[in-house]
């Protein structure tokens, strides 16, 4: 079987992807925008009813309901936490699996900046959050919340502050992202697991082999068989101590990711287009509407600017993951064969590093984890992801904006189509026969499009 043309030659990082990539990344990209947009309202509306009807919203948000005997007794907020969020890992599940099978990440060559990059982009938090905290002898146990980056969020600020970004941009941060979110996923199921269940814990892995079983070798369809099982599933994991949203990214890795012959799509692909505007629209924000409600009052943020946990999180956020990511690409670049596109200029990497320090959804999921028995840590936390999140976003706006005009003349020349047969010349580059034809058929030489 020959090699596509992505990995026959090594691409520049940065490079923009071929022309069904493109599709992709833009369909995703607006779902993403209008989820973040979604996303974004319902923390507003949190905010709003925790300081101006907090009896209200703290009796919704602590109001038990379920089955005891089961161990599924849970406050709402906790059914937002580790119910509905499941549905947010189980799309990342899918995104991770697609990308190891069929995106950059199965070409380590292509894979390497962005995984570099994300790996740097965790670690520098953590260790601001840990150079705050060990001298003023605050809680450590916090490490991890500045290590993620909300990739609604992310992708959505990318969108709507310029529409004429370049694809392999915006390619980069969405590998960047979901990379962060698996190194997010392994750091929640070894390092915040205080209890174990071996029995639950092998009931869920039976669970995940009975999925497996039925999807891949039985080939099984109907929404009704898997439904009930991954609901089982999910009981299992909550009950044997580790996080519940694991079992989500659990099973959508488990799901086949490659289109067999007739087949349109795959099934991740199908399952993913179902299921995700159900994480996006519903299951994310009404997460961050039971996570984001806490005290904005001058005399609450002041206390939480005093706090090193909070100042730990806000640096981390901030600038560790600026010179996390910006510091592991410009290393990995220098000292190895990997190359940053010509289009592109080290401010726009900079850029790129800001939007990742939107650590929404995944952080305060650890949050809540880390300070379980600390509501008032937890809270002045909670403020600080808020803050550092807005602080990076807003330094994104400002410095993606001044490069608009950049991005605008490569957006253009991306969309080049010089011999008007709708096609733009970047996509006869990628495919030399179909562009030779096509220009024998014009009746005029070969040529060379793009950027």
Same mark, same amino acid.
């Given at each position: 079987?020959p090699l596509?043309?992505?990995r026959?030659?090594? !691409? *520049?990082?940065f490079?923009?992807p071929?022309a069904?990539?493109?599709?992709f990344?833009?369909?995703?990209?607006r779902?993403?925008?209008?989820g973040?947009?979604?996303l974004?309202? @319902?923390a /507003?509306?949190a905010?709003?009813?925790?300081?101006?009807?907090?009896?209200?919203?703290?009796?919704?948000?602590d109001?038990h309901?379920?089955i005891e005997?089961?161990g599924?007794?849970?406050?709402?907020g906790?059914?937002a936490s580790d119910?509905?969020?499941t549905i947010?890992f189980?799309?990342a599940?899918? +995104?991770?699996k697609r990308e190891?099978?069929?995106? *950059?990440l199965?070409?380590?060559r292509?894979?390497?900046l962005?995984?570099?990059?994300a790996?740097c982009?965790m670690?520098?938090?953590?260790?601001?959050?840990f150079?705050?905290n060990v001298?003023?002898g605050?809680?450590t %146990?916090?490490?991890a919340i500045?290590?993620?980056?909300?990739i609604?969020f992310?992708l959505?600020?990318?969108?709507v502050?310029?529409? %004429?970004?370049p694809?392999?941009? !915006?390619?980069?941060?969405?590998?960047l992202a979901i990379?962060? *979110?698996?190194?997010?996923i392994?750091?929640i199921?070894?390092f915040?697991?205080?209890?174990l %269940?071996?029995w639950?814990?092998?009931?869920?892995v039976?669970g995940?082999? /009975?999925f497996?079983?039925?999807h891949?070798?039985?080939?099984?369809? =109907?929404w009704?068989?898997y439904?009930p099982?991954?609901?089982?599933?999910?009981?299992?994991?909550y %009950?044997?101590g580790v996080? @519940?949203?694991?079992?989500?990214?659990?099973?959508?890795m488990?799901?086949?990711?490659?289109?067999r012959e007739? +087949?349109?799509?795959s099934?991740?692909?199908?399952i993913?287009h179902?299921v995700?505007?159900?994480?996006a629209?519903?299951? /994310?924000?009404?997460?961050a509407?039971?996570?984001?409600?806490?005290?904005?009052s001058?005399?609450?943020l002041? +206390?939480a600017?005093?706090q090193?946990?909070?100042i =730990?999180v806000?640096?981390?956020?901030?600038?560790g993951k600026? &010179?996390g &990511?910006f510091?592991?690409?410009?290393?990995t670049?220098?000292?190895t064969?990997?190359r940053l596109?010509?289009?592109?200029?080290?401010a726009?990497?900079?850029?790129?590093?800001?939007?990742?320090?939107?650590g929404?959804?995944?952080?305060l999921?650890?949050t809540e984890r880390?300070?379980?028995? *600390?509501?008032t840590t937890m809270?002045?936390?909670?403020?600080?992801v808020?803050?550092g999140s807005l602080?990076?976003?807003?330094a994104?706006?400002?410095l993606?904006k001044i490069?608009d005009k950049?991005?605008q003349?490569?957006?253009?020349a991306?969309n080049?189509?010089s011999?008007?047969?709708?096609?733009?010349?970047?996509d006869? +580059?990628?495919?030399?026969?179909?562009?030779?034809s096509?220009? !024998?058929?014009a009746?005029?030489?070969a040529s =060379?499009g =793009?950027h």
């Amino acid at each position: 079987m020959p090699l596509s043309p992505d990995r026959a030659e090594p !691409r *520049d990082a940065f490079s923009s992807p071929r022309a069904h990539e493109r599709r992709f990344l833009a369909d995703l990209l607006r779902m993403e925008t209008v989820g973040g947009m979604v996303l974004l309202g @319902a923390a /507003v509306v949190a905010l709003i009813l925790a300081n101006a009807f907090t009896g209200f919203y703290d009796t919704v948000r602590d109001f038990h309901f379920g089955i005891e005997a089961l161990g599924l007794d849970l406050s709402v907020g906790h059914w937002a936490s580790d119910g509905l969020l499941t549905i947010f890992f189980f799309v990342a599940g899918i +995104e991770l699996k697609r990308e190891f099978v069929a995106g *950059d990440l199965r070409d380590p060559r292509a894979a390497a900046l962005p995984v570099v990059a994300a790996i740097c982009g965790m670690l520098v938090p953590a260790l601001f959050y840990f150079a705050v905290n060990v001298p003023a002898g605050g809680q450590t %146990n916090g490490w991890a919340i500045p290590m993620a980056t909300d990739i609604a969020f992310a992708l959505g600020v990318l969108a709507v502050v310029g529409t %004429n970004l370049p694809s392999g941009l !915006r390619a980069f941060l969405l590998t960047l992202a979901i990379v962060d *979110d698996l190194g997010a996923i392994i750091v929640i199921a070894v390092f915040y697991t205080t209890s174990l %269940n071996l029995w639950a814990l092998a009931g869920a892995v039976v669970g995940l082999g /009975v999925f497996h079983v039925l999807h891949k070798r039985m080939e099984v369809r =109907g929404w009704y068989v898997y439904v009930p099982l991954a609901v089982v599933i999910w009981a299992l994991m909550y %009950n044997s101590g580790v996080h @519940a949203t694991i079992a989500g990214v659990a099973m959508g890795m488990l799901l086949r990711a490659t289109a067999r012959e007739g +087949e349109k799509d795959s099934p991740a692909e199908h399952i993913e287009h179902q299921v995700r505007p159900i994480s996006a629209g519903f299951a /994310v924000p009404v997460f961050a509407l039971f996570a984001a409600g806490i005290s904005v009052s001058a005399s609450d943020l002041a +206390e939480a600017a005093s706090q090193p946990e909070a100042i =730990g999180v806000v640096l981390g956020l901030v600038a560790g993951k600026i &010179i996390g &990511i910006f510091g592991g690409t410009y290393l990995t670049v220098k000292f190895t064969k990997a190359r940053l596109s010509s289009d592109l200029a080290w401010a726009d990497v900079i850029g790129v590093s800001m939007l990742a320090g939107i650590g929404f959804t995944v952080s305060l999921l650890i949050t809540e984890r880390a300070f379980l028995t *600390d509501v008032t840590t937890m809270e002045h936390v909670k403020a600080a992801v808020l803050i550092g999140s807005l602080i990076s976003a807003l330094a994104a706006c400002v410095l993606l904006k001044i490069r608009d005009k950049k991005y605008q003349a490569m957006w253009e020349a991306e969309n080049v189509d010089s011999d008007g047969d709708g096609i733009p010349d970047i996509d006869h +580059e990628e495919d030399p026969k179909r562009a030779g034809s096509t220009t !024998r058929e014009a009746g005029g030489p070969a040529s =060379g499009g =793009g950027h």
